[in-house]
């Protein structure tokens, strides 16, 4: 996200389906990623007790490692959910409320702060309701000094620059912002006493989870490689770490999560399961306050209608330039749909992913009718 370059030739290589996926998945998904010329992908259909796995391709262009579901893939701002199942949790337990001001927390940052941003409070950094700037794209951060990536104060020091800036004019009813989710970790850290870090990582060994921040390769070189699109001729580049697709660190809630296919179908089967009947975390209507908060985004999660207006969804889709993850809940219909793929946002990997997407919808909910 910190400026996406460079140049790159494409070896390109599908591989057929793991023996733990669905071979008619797989193949859906297959056809869609060769035409669009991504590398690797998965995908999940997930119902409340059943989740059936489609991949194809490979971790990296050339590579004869296939994907399969225990494969990691980055999320991107798809970690936002998780950020705001966080806060609810912490919202839950009685540490902080949806209507805590950040500044209630942080007093000594007013001086230094607009005065438009006096009330905001956590629900409106986590429903993009704060009109902070954006900081989705790598320009944004130029104005913000090079923090080291081990200083414990960096999130602090992005906060009050953040405040020391004039403010979006709303638009519309939310106005998208990276910062906010920065902020809202700071208010949940000060609240709990507990790091954001160490939140996710709780919260995953409850589930069972694997998970790393950053990059899968960059942990683990046989997990799949991001890839960004040259735009001149369509081909492939696989990134390496240190250029500038590294996400720094304070940065995380809102956008730094890598975890394995299986584990993300199980998460959105945790929420599937939640928005019909609650669970041990939330009940089904806190669940609700998750999803459909305000007009169009609401805690982590933008929703919409489908069917002619009839039926509740709510979906998320994140990249940071190197892979690409699209999720989607609609539990009137017992149906979630995941889509992730290691080549970055770029037009033809988003059209081959909502491709897919929108297949996999009609057939499923058509199904269910």
């Not at 494969?71 to 701002?77: A, E, L, M, Y």
């Not at 979006?168 to 106005?175: D, E, F, I, M």
């Not at 940065?251 to 089967?269: C, H």
Request: proline share 3%.
């Amino acid at each position: 996200m910190r400026t996406f370059l460079c140049i790159c030739t494409i070896l390109f290589c599908f591989r057929s389906a793991a023996q733990d996926s669905d071979a008619y998945l797989s193949l859906v998904l297959s056809d869609a990623m060769q035409q669009a010329n991504i590398p690797g992908a998965a995908c999940a259909v997930i119902t409340s007790d059943t989740i059936t796995y489609g991949v194809a391709g490979s971790t990296y262009i050339g590579s004869a490692e296939a994907i399969t579901p225990n494969s990691h893939f980055h999320i991107g701002s798809c970690t936002k959910s998780i950020t705001g199942f966080i806060a609810g949790q912490a919202v839950k337990k009685g540490a902080i409320d949806w209507d805590t001001k950040f500044l209630s927390l942080f007093p000594e940052m007013k001086p230094s702060s607009r005065k438009e941003y006096d009330n905001i409070t956590l629900g409106d950094l986590l429903s993009h309701c704060a009109w902070l700037q954006a900081f989705t794209a790598g320009k944004e951060f130029k104005k913000v000094p090079d923090y080291e990536d081990t200083d414990p104060q960096a999130r602090l020091k992005f906060a009050k620059l953040v405040l020391s800036l004039k403010p979006v004019k709303a638009k519309s009813s939310y106005s998208y912002s990276n910062a906010g989710y920065v902020l809202a970790a700071l208010m949940i850290e000060k609240a709990t006493s507990k790091t954001w870090e160490e939140h996710v990582s709780t919260y995953f060994e409850e589930q069972g989870w694997e998970y790393v921040l950053g990059y899968p390769s960059y942990t683990d070189n046989t997990q799949p490689w991001g890839h960004y699109r040259k735009k001149s001729s369509g081909e492939m580049q696989r990134i390496s770490k240190g250029q500038d697709f590294d996400l720094w660190p304070y940065v995380a809630p809102a956008g730094d999560i890598s975890m394995r296919v299986v584990d993300y179908a199980a998460y959105l089967q945790q929420h599937l399961k939640g928005l019909q009947h609650g669970d041990k975390y939330f009940t089904k209507e806190e669940y609700g306050n998750l999803h459909y908060r305000n007009e169009v985004y609401a805690i982590g999660w933008g929703h919409g209608k489908a069917l002619g207006g009839t039926v509740e969804l709510s979906t998320h889709t994140g990249s940071a330039g190197a892979f690409l993850a699209m999720m989607i809940v609609v539990p009137k219909k017992d149906l979630a749909i995941l889509i992730v793929t290691n080549s970055g946002d770029d037009k033809e990997s988003e059209e081959a992913v909502k491709s897919v997407r929108n297949r996999l919808l009609r057939e499923r909910m058509t199904a269910n009718n």
